[in-house]
Each structure stands twice: as C-alpha cells, then as structure tokens.
C-alpha cells in the first residue's frame, strides 16, 4: 500500500540506506502451530543486510514466537528460515537476541554479563578485556562495570543487554519488545540511542515491539501481524528521512503512517470486540 | 506512621539494643528461667541433677579439660566432612532431579521418603554396614544432611528462570556451560538455605551416633557423665552443642553475604 508523501521534496537521502537487494534474513512460508493452536501460519518476510524490519500486531499474535524461530530458539511447523544463506535450525553465530526483560544474569557484573556472549563465542581473554569496555563505553555504562544488575534501573539493565549482543558484533540483532519493561521516558531516550548507535554499526535488524509509534520510528519497513492464526497482513515501507531523530516524530509523514498503521491494526480490534459482544 | 518510621530506621546497635525494652524483656525472661530451674532443683532433685549454679562452679574445670576439647574436636570434625561430602553428593544428585524429568521420577519419592524418615532408624544398620567406628558416624551425619541439599538443591534447579536458560541457548552456550554458568549459580541461594538445615540435622546425627555406638564425641562425652552422675559437666556440653550451632548459623549468613553479593539485596532498588 503506497501512501502519497506530502513533501517528498524535503526527503534527505538515507544515511545507511537500508541494502534490501541482498537478503541477510529469509523468512519462507513460516507457520508455527501448538497441538490445535495455529499460532501463525505462511509468514514471508526477508531482511535486508542494513535494514530494520519492525514487527507489530496485537498482543498474543505470535510476534515473539516469530522472533524466536528466526533465532532458532523453537522450531517451526513448517516454512523455514534461512541467514546468510543458513537454514536455521539453532542459534547461530553472528546473530544477538535482546530480550524482553533484559534477561541479565543477577550473579554477572554488568562486566561478565557483557562478556558472556564473547566467553561463549571463544574469544581471548585479551580480547575479552579490550572488547567488553568498549561496548560497555557504546550504551553508555562506563563506570558500572562492577556493578550487578539489581543496583541498576531498568533502562541500564536494558542498556547492558543491548551491550551483551552488540560485543559479539552481530550480522542480525533481534530485539523481542526490547523498551516494553522500561518507563516511558527511558524508553524514548533508548530508541535514539539504538538508532544512533545503528547509524555507526548498521546491521539487519528485526523489532518486534507493540508500539505503533516505536515501529513506524525504528522501522525501515513495518510488518503487521494480525489475524487468527496471524498472517502477514501487509506491509508498510516507511520512506522518512535518515538518520532518524526525534524531529522525525515531528514529521507529518510519521504522523500519516502511524495513522495508518493505527487503523489496520484497530479493525481488527474493533471487529473481534464486535464478536465478543453478540 | 509512627510503625513505619520505626521500619525504616536502621537497627539500633550496641548498647542501645540491649537497654531497648524488647531486650530487657528478653533478658528477664532468661533470668526466670534459670531461677525457676535452680529454684526446682533444689526443692524436688537429688543432688546430681544439673542446677546453674553448680553448672558455673563447675565450668571453669569442664573447659580447661582437654577430654572437652578433644571431644568437641571429633564430632565437629565429623560434621565438617559429613557436610562437604553431602554437599557434593547433594548438589549433584539435585541439579540431575531438578533439571532430568526421567532422574526426577526415577528419585523424587525416595528423596521424599528418606528425607521424612527419622535418622535413628537407619542407625543400626549403619553400624552393621560400618562397625561401631568414626565410619558409622560419618555415614549418619551425611545420611542426615544430604537429603535436606537435594530437596533445595533440586527446587533451585527446577525454579532457574526460563529466561535464562533462552539466553544461554541463544548465545550457543552448551549443555555443560547451561549447567555450571547457569542453573548452578542460579541454585546456590537454594543451596544454602538447604545448607542451614542440613547443618542441624547433621551435628544432631553425629551425636545420636556417638549415644548409640559409643563413638568418642561430645555425644559420648554427654552420655558418660551423665551416667557418671556427672550431670553439670555433660550440661557444659550440651550448652557448647547449642552454641557450635549458632555459631554455624552465623557462619553461613554472613558467608552468604560475602558469596553471593548479588543476592537479597532487593530492597536496595527503588
């Protein structure tokens, strides 16, 4: 669905324009079912190699579950996913996931949590000290490296996630509703940063979130999820200029899209609340 | 108002603590215990009967005894190993219940089972296994204590967040390092209470051991003056069991505070 631009003259072009021709993330007809359950079914999506696909839809339609395929947390009931040309069946390396609730161990400093993935992936311990500091330095925790994480607020815990899958420097960084646990404010200040800090290391990136507003701003494309089982219902390139700032949610055109965004996903509402009531 | 602002304030320490009216109660409370024992004694015991004051006429002579000492040394030291050996055995055995569903049916009732049964009962047939030695002691103490670590160890190992676990996965972590980086620091906390409790049970089965199978201990130590009529100076041991189980208390919480600085500390967020 194309939406005119009202002042497509103004439009910069993208600083990292999002490389869609190569294909880092193929989704092919996903379907994930639970015994009678359909969760979603013939879900195709690809990502491209600097892109963000933001993934929005109505709560329980299986956005996470989605997201956890492509990591190869669960396997689907039938489709596949492929990275880098890799059927995925596992985690594979190269890919970060950044969880919902942070998903910080509380006996790991915000050091050893950073660390961890690195430990994992087999790196030196010289490299372990040179690298950890620098991530740590990106998302804006220097000085708390010894701390544990029940001594940081929730938008610092999120921050040393985001460090943990950035230090394995990822090809693909999932983000399962990475600002949902945060405050409203925390969260506005974190989208920045994680824009500012994609503009330095662009990846191919999948956001799942259920903020209308969070995907249209992240997302180079938007991907609503709706129906039961969820399908992809449609999908919505979001032209705004790059980089992305908080101007951009001054711009008329974000306003436009959210709007549309809005509608697709409240008729839905709307009309299973429709049923609910006759 | 006034009974949050008491909640909020820091523990009053040193001499305010004890001139507080709680403390003094306390300490009231023990003075009439004491009174009303010695007062007992005297009126309806015979004469052997342990009573306070014959108890701190004797103590300076109990204490400098080395027989005490050496005896106190046995059982503690039985206990020690006892508890280091059913902590190994206890954590292995409860990570493989908490996180194998087929070792958790396999086992789960006859932990359940042993845990519940007194340990006095399997004592005789300790000895028949291990003679009338150290061996059959140390054998109770860890009968005694390993059950208690295997049922805790192995609810840590069963609460470890899924969430972790996902990261783990997520981070191509193998099985080994999701056992030892993961669901094992994750169950320590269980372990420790586990640990507490083991603690108790573990001194109360060396000294059953040494009253049953006449194992030189403070268990013996207690026996043979009390049937030497001797009842103040096995009082002194009894009164020095009770303490090495404070003391032991003490010992792991603080050790908890100092293991584990991440854990408990809730109440500092916010």
């Not at chain 2, 009894?238 to 792991?252: C, D, N, S």
Request: glycine share 8%.
């Amino acid at each position: 669905m194309n939406i005119p631009h009202p002042i497509a003259a103004e439009r910069k072009e993208p600083s990292a324009s999002p490389a869609r021709a190569n294909a880092r993330i193929r989704v092919q007809g996903l379907a994930k079912r639970y015994g009678a359950l359909e969760v979603f079914r013939n879900v195709n999506v690809d990502v491209g190699d600097r892109e963000i696909v933001a993934i929005v839809g109505p709560s329980g339609c299986g956005k996470t579950t989605l997201l956890r395929c492509i990591d190869g947390l669960i396997a689907p009931s039938s489709g596949k996913v492929e990275i880098s040309g890799v059927e995925v069946t596992a985690p594979l390396p190269g890919v970060a996931m950044v969880f919902q609730q942070f998903g910080l161990f509380p006996w790991k400093t915000v050091f050893n949590n950073v660390a961890y993935g690195l430990r994992l992936a087999g790196a030196s311990k010289a490299e372990i000290r040179e690298r950890v500091p620098r991530f740590i330095k990106l998302v804006g925790l220097a000085g708390f490296e010894d701390a544990y994480p029940y001594q940081l607020s929730g938008g610092m815990q999120q921050r040393c996630g985001l460090a943990r899958a950035l230090a394995i420097e990822p090809s693909v960084l999932l983000m399962d509703e990475p600002f949902a646990a945060v405050d409203a404010q925390t969260r506005e200040i974190l989208q920045f940063e994680l824009l500012r800090i994609w503009e330095v290391r662009p990846t191919s990136m999948v956001f799942v979130t259920h903020s209308i507003e969070e995907a249209v701003l992240m997302g180079h494309r938007v991907v609503v999820l709706k129906g039961r089982p969820a399908g992809v219902f449609e999908i919505i390139e979001v032209d705004l200029p790059h980089p992305r700032t908080r101007e951009t949610l001054m711009h008329p055109h974000f306003a436009q899209l959210r709007e549309h965004v809005w509608t697709t996903l409240m008729d839905e509402a709307r009309a299973a609340e429709l049923q609910l009531q006759r | 108002m006034s009974a949050q602002d008491a909640s909020l304030s820091p523990p009053r320490s040193g001499l305010r603590a004890w001139l507080s009216p709680e403390a003094t109660a306390r300490i009231a409370a023990g003075i009439a215990i004491v009174a009303i024992w010695e007062l007992a004694v005297r009126l309806w015991a015979p004469a052997f009967v342990a009573r306070p004051s014959r108890i701190v006429a004797v103590f300076p002579a109990v204490v400098t005894d080395p027989g005490l000492w050496l005896a106190a040394g046995q059982t503690l030291g039985a206990v020690v190993q006892g508890l280091a050996f059913a902590v190994v055995l206890g954590t292995t055995i409860g990570l493989a219940i908490g996180r194998v569903p087929a070792v958790e049916r396999f086992l789960q009732l006859y932990v359940s089972g042993l845990f519940a049964m007194p340990m006095v009962a399997i004592l005789p047939l300790l000895t028949l296994f291990f003679g009338y030695t150290g061996d059959a002691r140390l054998a109770t103490v860890v009968f005694a204590a390993v059950f208690a670590i295997i049922i805790n160890v192995s609810d840590g190992a069963r609460a470890v967040p899924p969430e972790y676990i996902e990261v783990s996965r997520s981070f191509r972590g193998s099985g080994w390092s999701r056992l030892f980086d993961v669901v094992l620091p994750s169950s320590v906390p269980y372990l420790i209470a586990g640990l507490k409790l083991a603690a108790g049970r573990a001194l109360i089965g060396a000294v059953v051991a040494e009253f049953y199978a006449a194992i030189p201990g403070l268990g013996y130590y207690i026996l043979y003056n009390t049937r030497t009529f001797k009842h103040s100076e096995a009082f002194v041991a009894v009164a020095m069991l009770a303490i090495v189980g404070v003391l032991f208390e003490l010992l792991l919480s603080r050790g908890t505070r100092w293991l584990l600085p991440w854990y408990r500390r809730d109440e500092a967020r916010d």
